[in-house]
C-alpha cells in the first residue's frame, strides 16, 4: 500500500482527465481496477508458491525451464529491472518536486530537478539497514499515507457536488479511434497509479509464513486502495470542476484550498510529500532484491551478491539502484510513467500470465498453495488488459520497449557464452560468473 498510494493518483488525475477530456476518464480507472485485480491473482498464485527474494526471476525461470530457455527469460527480467527500478523510483520523485512547487512557488526548473535528485539519495541512504528497521519505518509511514488519503476522500465526500462529475462534453461516449484510445492510455495511466501490488513478492524470502501473507497484502491492498481511489477521485472532480482539474499541477492541494483555504492546503501538499517519500521507499526496498537474488544464484554479476557485514542486507544493489534512479529522475514524468509500464508489459507482464499455465501444466511438483479462483478467467482479462494498453501507448515506447529487450537478449547471449549455459554446450560449470 505504501508503494500503491504515493505521488501517482495526486499527479495523474490532470493528466488522466486530459486522455480523454472529461470526467469519463473514470472509466480508465475501473478498467484498470479490474485489471489490476486479475493481474494480481497471477502475481498471488506465483508469489504463494515460490516466494523466494526475487520474484519474477524465479517464476520465469521455473514455469519455462530453469536449464533451458528460463534461463533467457529470467535474465530478460533482471535486464528489464535494471532500467524499470530507476523509472519508478524517478518517477515519484519528480512528483515530490513537482508538489514542492505548491509550497515554493518560485523555483527554477533546475531546482525542482536538485530536488527529485536528493529525494533518491536520502531513500538510499535510509534503506542502508536492516529489514527490521526498515520494517517499523514503513509502519509509520504507513500510517500517515492512509490518513492523507481519507482526510481528502471525507472533504471530497462532504462537499460533493454529483452535476459536475456528470458534467460530460458532448459526444463522451461515441465510439471512434480517438475514445478507444483515449481509454487505453486512461487505463495505462490508471495502472501506474495502480502499481506496487506486488511489491511483497520481490522481498517475500524476508517475510514470515509467505503461503498466507502474499495473497493477502497483494489482493487486500488492491480492493482497499481501488476502493480509496475510485472514491477519492470521484469526489475531488465533484468538488474542482474538470475544465479546471485538468490545468492542475497540484490538484489535491487546489482540491483542499477551494474548500479549506492556503492553510490547510499547506498541510495537506506536506502530507502528500510525506506520502510520496514513503512510495519511492518502498519502490527501492522492493526492487533492490532483484538482481541481489540473481546474483546469488550465479546468474547476474557477482558483487550484486554482496550483504553488508553487520546489517546483512543487499548494499550493492541499494546503492546501484539509488544512483540510476538520481539520473532517471531528470526526466520528464509522463515519459517516465510510459517508458515505465510499457517495459513492464512486453519483457515480464505478458510472459508472466503464461507462466501460471505452464507451471499449472508441466511442473506439479511446484506447490500451489493459492489457486486464482474461476481459472483461467483472470489470466485471459489480465493479457487482454495488458494487450490493450500496450497498443494504446504508441509506436514510439513499444519501439524503445523492443530494443530494449533485443539489447537484453544479446547481453544474455553473450553471457551465456562464456559461462557455457543454454543455448551453448560444453562451456563452464551451471552458475558460473560472467
Given at each position: 500500500?505504501l508503494?500503491?498510494?504515493?505521488?501517482g493518483p495526486?499527479?495523474?488525475?490532470?493528466?488522466?482527465?486530459?486522455k480523454?477530456?472529461?470526467?469519463q476518464?473514470?472509466?480508465?480507472?475501473?478498467?484498470?481496477?479490474?485489471?489490476?485485480?486479475?493481474?494480481?491473482m497471477v502475481?498471488?498464485?506465483l508469489?504463494?508458491?515460490?516466494?523466494?527474494?526475487?520474484?519474477p526471476?524465479?517464476?520465469?525461470?521455473?514455469?519455462?525451464?530453469?536449464?533451458?530457455?528460463?534461463?533467457?527469460?529470467?535474465f530478460?527480467f533482471?535486464?528489464?529491472?535494471?532500467?524499470?527500478a530507476?523509472?519508478?523510483?524517478?518517477?515519484?520523485?519528480?512528483?515530490?518536486?513537482?508538489?514542492?512547487?505548491?509550497?515554493?512557488?518560485?523555483?527554477?526548473?533546475?531546482?525542482?530537478?536538485?530536488?527529485?535528485?536528493?529525494v533518491?539519495?536520502?531513500?538510499?541512504?535510509?534503506?542502508?539497514?536492516?529489514?527490521?528497521?526498515?520494517g517499523?519505518?514503513?509502519?509509520?509511514?504507513?500510517?500517515?499515507?492512509?490518513?492523507?488519503?481519507?482526510?481528502?476522500?471525507?472533504?471530497?465526500?462532504?462537499?460533493?457536488?454529483?452535476?459536475?462529475?456528470?458534467?460530460?462534453?458532448?459526444?463522451?461516449?461515441?465510439?471512434?479511434?480517438?475514445?478507444?484510445?483515449?481509454?487505453?492510455?486512461?487505463?495505462?495511466?490508471?495502472?501506474?497509479?495502480?502499481?506496487g501490488?506486488?511489491?511483497v513478492?520481490?522481498?517475500?524470502?524476508?517475510?514470515?509464513?509467505?503461503?498466507?501473507?502474499?495473497?493477502?497484502?497483494i489482493?487486500?491492498?488492491?480492493?482497499?486502495?481501488?476502493?480509496?481511489y475510485?472514491?477519492?477521485?470521484?469526489?475531488?472532480?465533484?468538488?474542482?470542476?474538470?475544465?479546471?482539474?485538468?490545468?492542475?499541477t497540484?490538484?489535491?492541494?487546489?482540491?483542499?484550498?477551494?474548500?479549506?483555504?492556503?492553510?490547510?492546503?499547506?498541510?495537506?501538499?506536506i502530507?502528500?510529500?510525506?506520502?510520496?517519500?514513503?512510495?519511492?521507499?518502498?519502490?527501492?526496498?522492493?526492487?533492490?532484491?532483484?538482481?541481489?537474488?540473481?546474483?546469488?544464484d550465479?546468474?547476474?554479476?557477482?558483487?550484486?551478491?554482496?550483504?553488508?557485514?553487520?546489517?546483512?542486507?543487499p548494499?550493492v544493489?541499494?546503492?546501484f539502484?539509488g544512483v540510476?534512479?538520481?539520473?532517471?529522475?531528470?526526466?520528464?514524468?509522463?515519459?517516465l510513467?510510459?517508458?515505465?509500464?510499457?517495459?513492464?508489459?512486453?519483457?515480464?507482464?505478458?510472459?508472466?500470465?503464461?507462466?501460471v499455465?505452464?507451471?499449472?501444466?508441466?511442473r506439479?511438483?511446484?506447490?500451489?498453495?493459492f489457486?486464482?479462483p474461476?481459472?483461467p478467467?483472470?489470466?485471459?482479462i489480465a493479457?487482454?488488459?495488458?494487450l490493450y494498453i500496450?497498443?494504446?501507448?504508441?509506436?514510439?515506447?513499444?519501439?524503445?520497449?523492443?530494443?530494449?529487450?533485443?539489447f537484453?537478449?544479446?547481453?544474455?547471449?553473450?553471457?551465456?557464452?562464456?559461462?557455457?549455459?543454454?543455448?551453448y554446450?560444453?562451456?563452464?560449470?551451471?552458475g558460473?560468473?560472467?
Open positions: 500500500m508503494e500503491m498510494i504515493g505521488v495526486f499527479i495523474t488525475i490532470p493528466i488522466l482527465l486530459a480523454m477530456n472529461g470526467p476518464a473514470i472509466l480508465g480507472w475501473l478498467l484498470g481496477a479490474v485489471v489490476a485485480l486479475c493481474d494480481g502475481w498471488a498464485e508469489g504463494a508458491a515460490m516466494p523466494g527474494t526475487g520474484g526471476y524465479h517464476y520465469l525461470s521455473e514455469a519455462y525451464g530453469p536449464q533451458r530457455i528460463g534461463r533467457l527469460m529470467s530478460l533482471i535486464w528489464q529491472t535494471m532500467a524499470l530507476p523509472l519508478s523510483i524517478g518517477s515519484g520523485a519528480v512528483g515530490f518536486a513537482q508538489y514542492a512547487r505548491f509550497l515554493f512557488k518560485d523555483l527554477s526548473p533546475l531546482q525542482e530537478k536538485l530536488i527529485a535528485v536528493s533518491c539519495a536520502l531513500i538510499t541512504m535510509l534503506l542502508y539497514r536492516d529489514i527490521r528497521s526498515v517499523r519505518l514503513s509502519i509509520i509511514m504507513w500510517i500517515v499515507v492512509v490518513g492523507t488519503v481519507l482526510w481528502i476522500t471525507a472533504a471530497g465526500v462532504m462537499h460533493f457536488d454529483p452535476r459536475r462529475v456528470l458534467d460530460f462534453p458532448q459526444g463522451a461516449f461515441t465510439p471512434s479511434r480517438s475514445f478507444f484510445f483515449g481509454l487505453g492510455g486512461a487505463t495505462l495511466i490508471a495502472m501506474y497509479d495502480y502499481g501490488y506486488n511489491n513478492c520481490f522481498f517475500a524470502g524476508e517475510v514470515r509464513r509467505p503461503e498466507r501473507v502474499i495473497p493477502r497484502s489482493l487486500l491492498s488492491i480492493a482497499a486502495v481501488a476502493a480509496l475510485l472514491t477519492m477521485n470521484v469526489t475531488i472532480i465533484g468538488v474542482v470542476p474538470w475544465r479546471e482539474a485538468i490545468h492542475s497540484a490538484i489535491a492541494s487546489d482540491f483542499i484550498q477551494r474548500i479549506y483555504g492556503a492553510k490547510a492546503a499547506g498541510v495537506v501538499t502530507l502528500i510529500l510525506w506520502t510520496t517519500f514513503a512510495s519511492v521507499f518502498a519502490v527501492l526496498l522492493g526492487y533492490s532484491r532483484v538482481p541481489y537474488a540473481a546474483a546469488v550465479g546468474r547476474f554479476f557477482r558483487p550484486f551478491a554482496r550483504l553488508h557485514p553487520s546489517k546483512n542486507f548494499y544493489s541499494v546503492l539502484i540510476l534512479s538520481m539520473a532517471a529522475s531528470l526526466l520528464n514524468l509522463d515519459v510513467i510510459n517508458g515505465l509500464i510499457v517495459i513492464q508489459v512486453l519483457i515480464q507482464f505478458m510472459a508472466q500470465i503464461f507462466a499455465t505452464l507451471i499449472r501444466r508441466k506439479p511438483d511446484i506447490v500451489r498453495p489457486k486464482m474461476l481459472y478467467l483472470p489470466s485471459v493479457f487482454l488488459g495488458w500496450l497498443i494504446a501507448s504508441g509506436l514510439a515506447y513499444i519501439g524503445a520497449g523492443l530494443v530494449l529487450m533485443m537484453g537478449v544479446a547481453a544474455y547471449l553473450w553471457r551465456a557464452r562464456g559461462a557455457g549455459e543454454w543455448p554446450a560444453g562451456g563452464r560449470e551451471e558460473a560468473d560472467a
